[in-house]
């Protein structure tokens, strides 16, 4: 089975600390994805990443960036965490370009921002 | 822009009750549906998908038929059972959009209770 897997399930950060969310997957995939997750507003899609060292932006992908310097791993980054980016985080991976419709989820990451 | 809502929650049944979570979307084109769910403390799974008008996707007891005329893609269960407490999100990917990424609703919460 394919695992996602992030690397905190709970975190408790303060505003303006940089904020660091790993994400890594072991099936080879090339897609990657960050989505945020909030009561009342679904999955909106921050940022992703069809290859190593490639990104495009989501839907909302101010004050967040990434990086993907290896296949496996797709890292988010708060440059300076704020209190209106307390989420649950979620990363996802599927397969070759072209198969976006079965996303493998890991188990998300709560990030409170006190 | 494309576009997927569904019934706002939460849905409370009994134990062997009927289920059904309407979902409607707007898209341009033809898109692929999907219902993915997620169960408490876990990402999202894919749940079944339906790729052209009149199909029905299936899988544990779950069906949903893809509906062109009245832009419908609703879930529907015979019998639920308490293992089915979670989130449900209806999706769709539109293949002649700009990014070929999923577009999520917003969720529905499912309790089922013995």
């Known amino acids: 089975d394919v695992k996602v897997t992030q690397s905190s399930r709970y975190l408790v950060k303060r505003t303006g600390e940089k904020v660091f969310l790993e994400c890594v997957q072991d099936?080879?995939?090339?897609?990657m994805f960050w989505y945020r997750q909030d009561p009342g507003l679904g999955l909106r899609l921050i940022y992703f990443?069809?290859?190593?060292?490639?990104?495009e932006k989501g839907d909302i992908p101010e004050g967040y960036s990434v990086s993907r310097e290896k296949k496996e791993r797709f890292s988010l980054i708060l440059e300076s965490a704020s209190t209106n980016q307390t989420s649950m985080y979620l990363c996802?991976?599927?397969?070759?370009?072209?198969?976006?419709?079965?996303?493998?989820f890991g188990s998300g990451t709560q990030l409170s921002v006190l | 822009g494309d576009s997927v809502t569904q019934m706002e929650g939460p849905v409370t049944l009994s134990e062997e009750a009927f289920l059904t979570i309407n979902c409607t979307y707007t898209?341009?084109?033809?898109?692929?549906l999907f219902w993915y769910v997620q169960y408490p403390g876990e990402g999202l799974q894919l749940l079944l998908k339906?790729?052209?008008?009149?199909d029905k996707g299936s899988n544990k007891g779950f069906e949903a038929t893809y509906r062109k005329e009245t832009t419908s893609f609703h879930l529907e269960k015979g019998s639920v059972q308490v293992s089915d407490s979670a989130v449900y999100f209806c999706?769709?990917?539109?293949?002649?959009?700009?990014?070929?990424?999923?577009?999520f609703g917003k969720g529905t919460k499912l309790s089922v209770k013995p």
């Open positions: 099936m080879d995939h090339e897609n």
């Open positions: 339906a790729t052209k008008a009149d």
């Open positions: 999706a769709l990917m539109n293949y002649g959009g700009s990014q070929g990424n999923l577009i």
């Open positions: 990443s069809y290859d190593v060292k490639m990104k």
């Open positions: 898209a341009t084109g033809y898109p692929s």
């Open positions: 996802a991976s599927s397969g070759g370009r072209g198969t976006n419709e079965k996303l493998f």
